[in-house]
């Protein structure tokens, strides 16, 4: 932060020319310094808590920590090389992708259909959005508590419910093909975040388009597909990559529904990254090697949204202003 | 361009048909009405396991899975029984503390830093701006394990710091959300409060701030939610302590394990069903009060993209 550009004169006349846009490379020597106190909380905290965690993690990453004296010993690349080793590194990676690629489209479909509901009913559109969001606002240690029961397998009521229909549901949270399908059906629960913010794009979207659509004999599929996906492009692509990141750090479901306590009936199925790594964090202290598992996904979270962003900006539609 | 508040008015959020000529009007017939059945349908399946869980904090625990809605008999002494049962108005407290000082907080020093970003000029400004949005791209379980290292070594595990600490130095997402509100004040307002002799900091705490009152709702709102729902702070930094100083999510998680008849507990799984229910009423509270900053504030969280 080099402030040899700011101007020395302390005078009255500093404001007038520094607000002008044709000196953008002179800075009010008063008004830098008070910026720089106003933002001084954040860069205090990014130093704390951004870059220095980031870089005490990468150390940790590469030793064995001692907890009690809180030593640390090197352990060259042992951490890492024991991610390629431990067989539950691979397993739980394997059940948080199929996870992410169960929930994430799913959440998209859903949420952009509820959204597109909303918006074309003429009335109680405000009173629909209420309800919907009810879940969203429901702590997750209270949607646990409910899905625990209403899951079960036996007196669930979900099963209940399909046998009603006469089909034998599924043991939801014993049987390990159906563990994934049960936390993505929470997460389904909960869905009205994405849907508001396919909601707000859909007002956007100028009523026109549908107006020259539809005289040219455009039927609802073909708009939808033809001009609603195109314009809210962006919100798609935002809501895809927040929803992979979150999937990928899935914890508060999986560790109250599964890992609470020790009667986990399906463990191999149930164990997500994220509560691998806090159990090999917080439960068996091995916070050099927890260190390396979070720098790993870290890695693999940067290389999928660098791919999205990828893909995305062949496809993603913007509007001039941004 | 999220300029909160004057551009968008989330409370009227239903389409804007009116000026829509008779075309519209001949859909107003079948369409809507399946349309709005749909709807109806997806109210029952977003409310049911909220009734279902109202119903089942008024069972006995013998019949908590029996499914029926309506409880065959009503044993309204779960409410006054819970409090002997968990220590519940403990985390309830432990909670609301929590999450106040974390949304204040957090709304505070965002508000500052926001202001620094929105209104004042410095050498690599839009740098640090970058900087601040990046940082929202960075998993949290990547900064955890360090994060708990520093709070224990600045002796401060056990106590309730670690809980909200971090939020003295602000958060990037609200930063952002409050910065775009910034922009949108005319900038001659504090150009005339400098005229009379304004401070900086005046600037900020009797003009910005006053005015940017809806922002600041938003932000607290955010927090406040995001602080009562954590479950996983609370078990890193509070689970090994006295039962007492639980969080109600933390509280709620102990509550299953012990009623639920899976395992060798008590099967009295009721208790955590009125629990969870006494956790969720403030926030469908919070949400009836404040529905329109919730709807605003994730609406900007998808305009930011």
Same mark, same amino acid.
């Given at each position: ?12 006349? =500093?404001?007038? @020319? ?12 008063? @008004? ?52 390629? @080793? ?7 990676? $394997? ?27 003429? =009335? ?65 629960? $909960? ?16 009523? @026109? ?90 890695? %693999?979270?940067? %290389?999928?949204?660098?791919?999205? &962003? ?5 496809? &993603? ?6 | ?33 399946? /349309? ?16 279902? /869980?109202?119903?089942?904090? /008024? ?36 909670? #609301? ?21 929105? !209104? ?16 929202? +791209?960075?998993?949290?379980? #990547? ?38 509100? !910034? ?25 910005? +701030? ?45 509550? +299953? ?40 504030? #994730? ?7």
């Amino acid at each position: 932060m080099a402030l040899t550009t700011v101007r020395s004169s302390a005078g009255g006349k =500093r404001r007038e @020319e520094s607000a002008g846009p044709l000196t953008p490379k002179r800075y009010d020597r008063r @008004e830098a310094i008070a910026g720089y106190l106003f933002i001084s909380p954040w860069i205090i905290g990014f130093l704390i808590f951004t870059l220095g965690t980031m870089i005490y993690s990468l150390a940790i990453s590469f030793s064995h920590l001692n907890l009690a004296t809180n030593l640390m010993r090197p352990a060259g690349t042992s951490n890492y090389q024991r991610l390629l @080793e431990d067989p539950k590194i691979a397993a739980s990676l $394997g059940n948080t992708l199929f996870y992410a690629v169960l929930a994430v489209p799913l959440e998209i479909c859903f949420a952009l259909f509820l959204a597109s509901l909303l918006n074309r009913v003429r =009335r109680g559109a405000g009173f629909f959005r209420t309800v919907y969001y009810l879940p969203k606002m429901t702590p997750a240690v209270a949607t646990a508590a409910i899905f625990l029961l209403l899951l079960n397998g036996n007196t669930g009521a979900i099963n209940q419910f399909l046998r009603f229909f006469g089909i034998a549901g599924p043991q939801w949270l014993v049987d390990p093909a159906w563990v994934k399908p049960s936390i993505v059906m929470m997460t389904l629960w $909960g869905v009205s975040g994405t849907m508001v913010i396919f909601l707000a794009a859909l007002k956007n979207v100028p009523r @026109e388009l549908y107006e020259v659509a539809s005289l040219d004999g455009a039927g609802p599929v073909r708009q939808f597909f033809s001009i609603t996906v195109p314009m809210i492009s962006g919100a798609i692509f935002f809501n895809v990559i927040i929803l992979t990141i979150a999937a990928f750090q899935v914890f508060d479901q999986a560790y109250l529904l599964f890992w609470r306590d020790t009667s986990n009936a399906s463990p191999e199925a149930s164990l997500f990254y994220a509560v691998y790594l806090f159990q090999q964090a917080f439960q068996q202290f091995n916070f050099g090697f927890a260190a390396a598992m979070a720098w790993l996904l870290f890695v %693999i979270l940067m %290389i999928l949204t660098a791919i999205q &962003v990828k893909v995305g900006n062949r496809f &993603v539609y913007y509007e001039g202003d941004r | 361009m999220a300029t909160i508040g004057a551009s968008t008015k989330p409370g009227t959020l239903q389409p804007a048909d009116a000026g829509r000529p008779s075309r519209r009007r001949r859909r107003w017939g079948i369409g809507q009405i399946l /349309l709005t059945a749909l709807l109806i349908g997806f109210t029952a399946l977003f409310l049911y396991p909220l009734v279902w /869980l109202v119903s089942a904090s /008024l069972k006995p625990g013998s019949q908590v899975f029996d499914n029926s809605l309506i409880p065959k008999t009503w044993q309204w002494s779960n409410y006054a029984d819970v409090w002997d049962q968990l220590p519940l108005l403990h985390w309830i407290f432990n909670s #609301v503390v929590i999450a106040i000082l974390a949304a204040g907080l957090v709304a505070v020093s965002s508000s500052v830093v926001a202001f620094g970003f929105a !209104y004042f000029r410095f050498p690599a400004r839009n740098l640090l701006f970058g900087l601040v949005l990046g940082t929202m +791209m960075l998993p949290g379980s #990547v900064t955890m394990i360090p994060t708990y290292l520093i709070w224990k070594q600045t002796g401060l595990l056990g106590s309730w710091v670690p809980m909200f600490g971090a939020n003295l130095f602000g958060s990037a997402f609200y930063i952002f959300l409050q910065r775009q509100f !910034y922009l949108g004040l005319p900038r001659e307002l504090f150009e005339a409060a400098r005229i009379d002799g304004a401070s900086y900091w005046g600037m900020f705490w009797r003009i910005a +701030m006053p005015l940017s009152i809806p922002s600041f709702v938003i932000v607290f709102l955010f927090e406040f939610q995001a602080s009562w729902n954590n479950f996983q702070g609370a078990l890193i930094y509070l689970n090994g302590g006295s039962l007492n100083n639980f969080t109600a999510p933390l509280g709620i998680a102990y509550a +299953m394990t012990k009623y639920s008849p899976t395992n060798g507990g008590q099967g009295d799984y009721q208790y955590v069903m009125v629990a969870s229910l006494l956790v969720t009423i403030p926030m469908l509270l919070l949400f009836s009060l404040g529905q329109r900053y919730f709807i605003e504030g #994730v609406a900007t969280q998808g305009r930011k993209g």
